[in-house]
């Protein structure tokens, strides 16, 4: 069965620590993502990865950086949270090419107090 | 990127009814998506439909696309209370970002 597995389902973290948040896909994707969900705002990209070592800004990458060193492997980095920060936080990955579906993670909750 | 809109919010059918959600997006497009959530869990990818189609089936699915008037559905037929969900489209735009998503419908089948 492929998976996208995203490392903690739940996270407390206080203001003005580093999160990372880990993603790992076993299905031999190109593409990583990175979304949060908001009640009422729907899904937000906040970067996205075509490849090892590269990474492209989405929608709402202020706040948010990523790494990726190995293919299966897509990180989001929190650098200093913040209580707007608090949200529910989706991976993603997909074969390259515009018309193939995502295959999205069970999501990480982060709560920062 | 523009979101999506879905329409309606919400949804409350009996189960052994058919539902019918809408979405409307603002640019032009390569395929449309359609993909299931259930609560506090990841998203499920439903079904892809391209931008030179104009229907397609998976199951109980029907999905339908209408570039002239931006706007897809999502037919479900004969409900099931487990298709109980908040449903989501999703579009890609042609250039190199990933997908954008709109803000769903929640359907609720009443057993």
């Known amino acids: 069965d492929v998976k996208v597995t995203q490392s903690s389902r739940y996270l407390v973290k206080r203001t003005g620590e580093k999160v990372f948040l880990e993603c790992v896909q076993d299905?031999?994707?190109?593409?990583m993502f990175w979304y949060r969900q908001d009640p009422g705002l729907g899904l937000r990209l906040i970067y996205f990865?075509?490849?090892?070592?590269?990474?492209e800004k989405g929608d709402i990458p202020e706040g948010y950086s990523v790494s990726r060193e190995k293919k299966e492997r897509f990180s989001l980095i929190l650098e200093s949270a913040s209580t707007n920060q608090t949200s529910m936080y989706l991976c993603?990955?997909?074969?390259?090419?515009?018309?193939?579906?995502?295959?999205f993670g069970s999501g990480t909750r982060l709560t920062v107090v | 990127s523009q979101q999506g809109e879905e329409d309606p919010q919400a949804l409350s059918i009996q189960e052994g009814e058919n539902a019918t959600m809408n979405c409307s997006y603002k640019?032009?497009?390569?395929?449309l998506q359609w993909y299931r959530q259930n609560s506090g869990r990841g998203l499920v990818h439903l079904i892809l439909?391209?931008?030179?189609?104009r229907e397609k089936h998976s199951g109980r699915l029907r999905v339908t696309l209408d570039t002239s008037k931006k706007s897809s559905s999502l037919l479900i037929t004969a409900s099931r209370a487990a298709d109980t969900a908040s449903y989501f489209c999703?579009?890609?735009?042609?250039?190199?970002?990933?997908?954008?998503f709109g803000k769903g419908t929640h359907l609720i089948i009443q057993p």
């Open positions: 993603a990955s997909s074969y390259i090419g515009v018309n193939y579906g995502y295959t």
């Open positions: 299905m031999d994707h190109e593409n």
């Open positions: 990865s075509y490849d090892v070592k590269m990474k």
């Open positions: 640019t032009s497009i390569n395929n």
């Open positions: 439909i391209r931008s030179n189609e």
């Open positions: 999703a579009y890609s735009g042609g250039g190199a970002d990933g997908l954008t």
